[in-house]
């Protein structure tokens, strides 16, 4: 039976009446509707890619570029989940509740983490008129507090409109080791990275087989993949043959690439030929200022961190290659955002292989990292380059990732390729019109023939804040459609006018223990005219104070509309979820009980253990110890650059305190276990005073002191934002080489393991911890 005629305005979409008899037809999105890809690549500058003047070399994205369109003004949200919850709801990110982070979610609306159901996704659209959709890799758009086993799951990706999903939810991921998730299951990969294991490959092996699948059963049915990678953010893993091509690329250093980097955007016609670099960051050392070790570490970085992109460019090359065997490339709409947010600088002035350690405030030391140059990329290591490469990885413009004031946080290069829908004599060419991450989905809708849902799931629609780019292919000196703009972000703000934009930048992103951020109403706005200042050089406030009041007031209209109010800069408070105003998990529990098997839990999903006494007990069983000794963990939060573990070795009862992967205390058993059943005790006797003090560990067996030591420094905020709490065994990395990646689960029986926390807590609500959890998205 053939459905009735629909508006499609209402979804789903009603069933026909029923005949009997006559088979019913599957939902149909309009005729000649296209597939869609959207591939994002994560923290990559706008000066970074080849197809925008950038020194790391992409062959897909400039083959896409060539065969399609490039946009020179579009701009994201300058952090990762705002950007994609932007992306997929076509709202701007305070609209949908995510003005900073999914770990840093308030109680005010711009603010709370939760996608109200008034806002549809780009899944549930596609979904509900006929699409297969599918997402892979990065998610970072559920509540922290959700991501356990326990759900819920509706704001999940197979909750919001994926049929399929393949990748990890939070804010990054170990890409040698990754803890993943297929739909809502958690998931291991098979493989290791001596096996040849990948990440970002593993990814596109699944969209490939999805893909395939999918056409091979329903090849008149359009699909939508969206393939969000881990790369190029932290951490910077990838094997050495990728390092290996750019080695020596990078002496000349960041001032010198950033000027070759100009001069390559203007002869491709991507910025106009009279701009000029924007100004550098103050107190950012100029490549002359470092030493001989300084340099090699640096230039290093900048190796690996263009040998990941490339080898993140090889497999979006795979993805199209499937598309092309499938016949679908030409039906196909490709989007690619060559970024989220502006490059990163939270790696410090120095770079650094311990990216946590840079988290809480505490420099690499440069030292250590010349003497293990040749391991920079693999497994030991958790990188990422010094401010200096993301400033130059941002050129022309100034500033990095977080910054929404200055286009180095907002502005990044985005290419859309559609086979015959790009007119041949447009191929390849450039579209300088202003638009924003909310402008994606609008655009997808009108590729398909679709219409915005007025109501989904009996929800009435929000209306869809972005506006179409089709217009821009056929046209590429039609006026812009996006004529005003507001950024927000931890403070930083700007707003974007008919051509002019007025900022103020509030805080500095790789400062991470800064002495004191201004009150809002002393922040000092900056006033450009970007039809003739490309890059935000040439700051005209004083000379035109009226014009930047009323492009003040501009931003305080937009602001009031979009939920922008009340800003909020506040420090440690939004870590803790009670003081930010979000629900705890855990909240009034002193206790936690798990079992064997159970695992993968986050820090906002279990037991906070960091800055307090606690304790931790083990009910196990072990037999055969005379031919077998007891081995594996019993268990472990977090993994090799941040974390604990209880364990056993050979019979022996260990504890080890791993501190950001700088520091590690191990206390040992005098006496080793025998057959039988035993409570295994671990006291954390936390010396207070402060945030990341030290403790005294005591080990018990059967109620018998059999160990103790000292941890002289322990973790003040976050363990890592990769690994997990798991009974049993340690998954991802290791937190301590007593035991190996893999293998290392208990050789015995656990009956229960039990965390129970002291009333000591300390909670340093009068420090500056907000950037450290930023530093990560």
């Known amino acids: 039976m053939k459905r009735p005629p629909s508006s499609r305005a209402s979804l789903p979409i009603p069933d026909p009446v029923r005949e009997h008899g006559v088979p019913v037809e599957a939902l149909a999105p309009p005729a000649g509707a296209p597939n869609i890809v959207v591939v994002v690549i994560d923290d990559m500058g706008f000066g970074a890619s080849q197809p925008f003047g950038g020194p790391c070399v992409m062959p897909t994205a400039q083959r896409l570029a060539d065969e399609g369109l490039r946009f020179s003004r579009f701009h994201v949200t300058a952090l990762c989940s705002p950007t994609r919850q932007a992306l997929l709801t076509g709202r701007n990110h305070h609209s949908v509740g995510m003005g900073g982070t999914t770990e840093m979610a308030t109680s005010s609306p711009g603010y709370n983490g939760y996608r109200p159901a008034s806002a549809a996704t780009t899944a549930q659209i596609l979904g509900g008129n006929g699409y297969s959709t599918a997402a892979f890799g990065k998610w970072h758009q559920t509540p922290a507090r959700e991501v356990s086993v326990s759900g819920p799951f509706d704001r999940w990706p197979t909750g919001e409109g994926f049929d399929e999903f393949y990748g990890f939810m939070g804010a990054e991921m170990n890409h040698w080791y990754p803890q993943l998730f297929h739909g809502t299951t958690p998931v291991v990969p098979a493989r290791q990275p001596e096996d040849g294991y990948h990440l970002s490959e593993d990814l596109v092996d699944h969209a490939i087989g999805w893909i395939g699948t999918q056409q091979a059963l329903t090849p008149d049915k359009p699909f939508y993949a969206y393939v969000a990678f881990g790369a190029t953010h932290a951490p910077f893993h990838v094997a050495p043959e990728w390092i290996e091509k750019y080695r020596g690329a990078f002496e000349a250093g960041w001032d010198v690439q950033r000027a070759k980097t100009l001069e390559r955007q203007k002869a491709l016609g991507i910025v106009p030929a009279d701009?000029?670099?924007?100004?550098?960051?103050?107190?950012?050392?100029?490549?002359?200022?470092?030493?001989?070790?300084?340099?090699?570490?640096?230039?290093?970085?900048?190796?690996?961190?263009?040998?990941?992109?490339?080898?993140?460019?090889?497999?979006?090359?795979?993805?199209?290659?499937?598309?092309?065997?499938?016949?679908?490339?030409?039906?196909?709409?490709?989007?690619?955002?060559?970024?989220?947010?502006?490059?990163?600088?939270?790696?410090?002035?120095?770079?650094?292989?311990?990216?946590?350690?840079?988290?809480?405030?505490?420099?690499?030391?440069?030292?250590?990292?010349?003497?293990?140059?040749?391991?920079?990329?693999?497994?030991?290591?958790?990188?990422?380059?010094?401010?200096?490469?993301?400033?130059?990885?941002?050129?022309?413009?100034q500033w990095t990732k977080q910054v929404a004031s200055h286009f180095g946080g907002t502005r990044d290069g985005m290419i859309m390729r559609w086979g015959d829908r790009i007119k041949k004599a447009d191929v390849g060419t450039i579209r300088h019109q202003f638009h924003h991450v909310i402008d994606i989905l609008p655009t997808i809708l009108e590729a398909a023939g679709l219409p915005a849902p007025t109501s989904v799931n009996g929800i009435e629609q929000s209306p869809i804040e972005g506006t179409s780019m089709l217009y821009t292919f056929d046209d590429a000196e039609a006026a812009d459609r996006r004529t005003t703009q507001y950024f927000e972000m931890c403070g930083n703000r700007g707003i974007y006018h008919e051509g002019w934009m007025a900022v103020t930048r509030h805080g500095t992103p790789w400062l991470m223990l800064p002495d004191g951020l201004p009150f809002f109403e002393d922040d000092v706005w900056e006033l450009y005219d970007t039809t003739v200042d490309w890059t935000q050089s040439n700051d005209l406030a004083v000379e035109l104070p009226d014009r930047l009041h009323e492009l003040q007031a501009v931003f305080t209209a937009e602001a009031e509309k979009y939920q922008v109010f009340p800003l909020d800069d506040r420090v440690t408070e939004r870590e803790n979820p009670f003081l930010a105003g979000r629900i705890d998990l855990l909240a009034g529990r002193d206790s936690l009980t798990l079992s064997s098997g159970m695992g993968r839990f986050t820090e906002e999903t279990t037991m906070n253990t960091k800055n307090r006494s606690h304790t931790i007990t083990a009910q196990v069983s072990i037999a055969d110890v005379a031919t077998n000794p007891s081995s594996g963990v019993l268990i472990a939060q977090g993994g090799r650059f941040g974390g604990w573990s209880l364990y056993v070795v050979d019979g022996e009862l260990r504890y080890t305190y791993n501190t950001y992967g700088s520091y590690l205390a191990s206390i040992r058993s005098r006496v080793k276990l025998t057959d039988g059943e035993h409570e295994l005790h671990m006291r954390f006797d936390y010396d207070g005073g402060g945030l990341g003090r030290g403790a005294t560990v005591t080990l018990f067996v059967d109620g018998a002191e059999v160990g103790a030591g000292r941890v002289e420094r322990t973790t003040a905020y976050y363990f890592s934002f990769d690994e997990t709490l798991n009974v049993g065994v340690d998954l991802g990395t290791p937190v301590s080489d007593d035991y190996a990646p893999t293998g290392n689960a208990f050789t015995g029986t656990i009956e229960f393991v039990r965390i129970d926390v002291a009333d000591d807590a300390v909670t340093g609500t009068g420090e500056d911890a907000v950037r450290h959890v930023l530093a990560h998205q």
């Open 275 to 397: 701009a000029v670099l924007g100004p550098w960051a103050e107190g950012v050392p100029a490549w002359a200022d470092l030493d001989v070790d300084e340099r090699a570490v640096a230039a290093r970085f900048m190796e690996t961190y263009a040998g990941f992109a490339e080898h993140t460019d090889a497999q979006v090359a795979r993805l199209v290659a499937e598309l092309e065997r499938l016949g679908e490339l030409e039906n196909t709409l490709i989007v690619f955002l060559l970024g989220d947010n502006g490059a990163s600088g939270e790696g410090g002035i120095e770079g650094t292989l311990r990216e946590h350690l840079v988290g809480h405030g505490i420099a690499d030391e440069t030292s250590a990292m010349v003497d293990r140059l040749e391991s920079f990329g693999d497994a030991t290591t958790y990188g990422m380059y010094p401010v200096g490469w993301a400033l130059a990885m941002n050129a022309p413009y």
